[in-house]
């Protein structure tokens, strides 16, 4: 597998000038992706009457995760407000370096190049 790191921490740094975030820690209200809705397990349960379980898989998916193509031109990321701490944030900066990477398919390079944006944009001070 090839990685291109430096594309990764550009993408990461100009994410943040992006959302104008010059403070360190981030703080987690501030983690935006532009056209994307990020809303809770809870809200989006309430919203449309689903239960969690169903939205979770089961609870398969605990933390977040990353839903395109449901309705056109809506991407959401849903996460688990229960779970909303450091590693949230990180889970966060997980499904939006999906994104901000055109990842297309689930597979074990997304998996660390989305880590790998998130631990960047966790990390950058300017």
């Not at 979770?56 to 959401?76: I, Q």
């Not at 997304?110 to 880590?115: K, N």
Request: net charge positive; with cysteine.
């Amino acid at each position: 597998m090839r990685y291109d790191w430096a594309k990764i921490t550009s993408l990461a740094y100009l994410t943040l000038l992006e959302l104008d975030i010059h403070e360190f820690p981030i703080p987690a209200k501030k983690i935006r992706c532009k056209d994307v809705i990020i809303s809770s397990y809870q809200k989006y349960a309430k919203k449309t009457g689903l239960p969690i379980e169903k939205i979770t898989l089961g609870h398969e998916l605990e933390d977040a995760f990353l839903l395109k193509g449901l309705r056109p031109n809506v991407t959401l990321i849903l996460y688990n407000k229960e779970k909303y701490g450091p590693r949230m944030k990180h889970t966060l900066w997980h499904e939006i370096g999906h994104i901000k990477c055109r990842h297309k398919k689930h597979s074990e390079q997304e998996e660390i190049e989305a880590h790998f944006f998130a631990a960047q944009a966790n990390a950058l001070i300017f």
